[in-house]
């Protein structure tokens, strides 16, 4: 199994940005599709973008255009970059890593607070 640490956390103003990372341990992060999932108080997990290992992103209605996910070129990492900033994008923030061919078991990171509020 592969260990995730989120980071890059914190309280922004409406209209801000932040840069959310995951860092992956294991020689394998390149085989890996990657991706960020959030869950507010009261709500179900829900996806937020997501990266295969060749590079294909995707991305929901709600985060298309504003949030960006893209991978470390040298480092075991995947980023979120997360640019105007709503209210309800306030959620805790999840790294998962899935192994497309199913061999490894998927791993989750224990999360990180994002917080928009004036």
């Known amino acids: 199994q592969v260990q995730l640490v989120e980071s890059g956390g914190g309280l922004v103003q409406p209209g801000g940005s932040l840069r959310l990372s995951c860092a992956a341990s294991g020689s394998i992060f390149s085989l890996l599709s990657m991706g960020w999932f959030r869950q507010a108080p009261g709500k179900q997990r829900e996806l937020v973008a997501s990266?295969?290992?060749?590079?294909?992103?995707r991305y929901t209605d709600s985060t298309l255009g504003r949030f960006t996910i893209s991978r470390g070129s040298a480092k075991n990492t995947v980023y979120l970059q997360m640019n105007s900033l709503k209210p309800e994008d306030t959620a805790i923030y999840y790294c998962?890593?899935?192994?497309?061919?199913?061999?490894?078991?998927?791993?989750w990171g224990q999360g990180t607070q994002v917080t928009v509020s004036s």
């Open positions: 998962k890593a899935v192994d497309p061919k199913g061999v490894i078991p998927d791993s």
């Open positions: 990266i295969t290992s060749g590079g294909n992103e």
